[in-house]
DNA sequence: TAGGTAATCTAACAGCGTTAGCAGAATCTT
DNA sequence: AAGATTCTGCTAACGCTGTTAGATTACCTA
């Protein structure tokens, strides 16, 4: 007939490749700026000539699309692997502080894609959009658990986390100079939230 | 003789052509992003071809240089008319993170290229490096008027303006949800650095 | 008015993302 | 195993980008 299966073992294949693009897409856009990104460039990287790319992904905003899915699977995984001690949200919120610096700190390129609108023309599509919004609700819930629910203090707590981390990255990459704040920043924070409001 | 004068009055036609070639870069990099920025396009705006933007510009570089410097007089003169109370600095911290943020909203494309690095291959020149770094240093004198003199604190407080400006920037703009955190935001961080330390 | 400089132009180069059309290889079907 | 099909990679090309070279025009100065 026509239309018949996609081709099961072919799938593999192409998924391994599509894997490989993206991890050398990664390392030139660490090298060079995620917007410094070339197809040509990236082509060589993994042995083909730049039109080739287009047989694995329609175009670079479908690449970008994948690194940015790709980023916020990552910071899930480290917002999961963050332990939540209710009994002790000054720490808890340190230590994600601090591994949400480390997380930016660790791929400029990532941090770029992921929180600043570095790519001229491109913005994330509306189901890598929802991954980012799905990441983000996720984080609320985990604030909920350590009893910040006022709308003002969430914003005013990510607010925290983006001035930390973006001022880690712009002066003094590769340092510890805001990062070290964490400590300071959470019991600031949590001072200003619990005050006034004893209990419930 | 070979090398005379530079023509007083034909550098005054020529500062003018610059200040009006600056003025479309601004209107263009508004509408596209900083880094969509087109030499032809910007020609085009005033009356020109693009190799003609060279005779008033080394390159494109040196126009976002102008620009930067421009940015970064323009905030100064938001710091100057500022007015600096020491007996209330919850108030005036307050309407200084308004003013950043109402800074940073009022041109994005000035807000990518001060304190992003939206453009892929440029960074500031050393001269336009060393006009950001005085209006910074104005800052810290500033500060520490209000009596915020510990490195740390001020780094703190950096992350504050940095975190809601990018915040309001990147998640509510045209909006107030993080501006409107300003005096909140400005209770809580006078709070934390006076804890403790009372008098000297 | 003549001379010289400054300003602007066109043509071109190398790079970019992207598309069209074609060759070859790998797979599935008979 | 042979034929049909799909899939993957290629080259050539288009229109865009910043930039340079060289020629030409406009203008200020003396």
């Given at each position: 007939m026509s239309t018949s299966t996609p081709t099961p073992v072919r799938e593999r294949r192409r998924q391994q490749t599509r894997a490989e693009i993206l991890e050398a897409a990664w390392r030139l856009a660490e090298r060079d700026g995620i917007a410094g990104l070339s197809l040509r460039e990236l082509a060589g990287e993994v042995?083909?000539?730049?039109?080739?790319l287009y047989t694995y992904f329609d175009s670079k905003a479908a690449i970008y699309d994948a690194m940015f899915a790709q980023g916020y699977r990552e910071l899930d995984a480290v917002d999961t692997d963050l332990e939540l001690d209710p009994g002790d949200a000054v720490g808890t919120l340190e230590r994600s502080l601090e591994a949400f610096v480390d997380f930016c700190c660790a791929s400029v390129a990532r941090f770029q894609l992921m929180f600043t609108a570095a790519v001229p023309g491109w913005e994330p599509s509306p189901e890598a959009y929802a991954a980012s919004v799905a990441s983000y609700e996720r984080s609320v819930e985990g604030l909920a658990r350590l009893g910040i629910e006022d709308p003002r203090h969430f914003d005013l707590l990510t607010g925290l986390y983006s001035g930390l981390a973006s001022q880690q990255l712009a002066n003094d990459p590769g340092g510890d100079r805001w990062r070290r704040l964490s400590r300071e920043a959470a019991e600031m924070y949590v001072t200003h939230v619990t005050q006034g409001r004893r209990g419930a």
């Open positions: 042995g083909m000539r730049a039109p080739s």
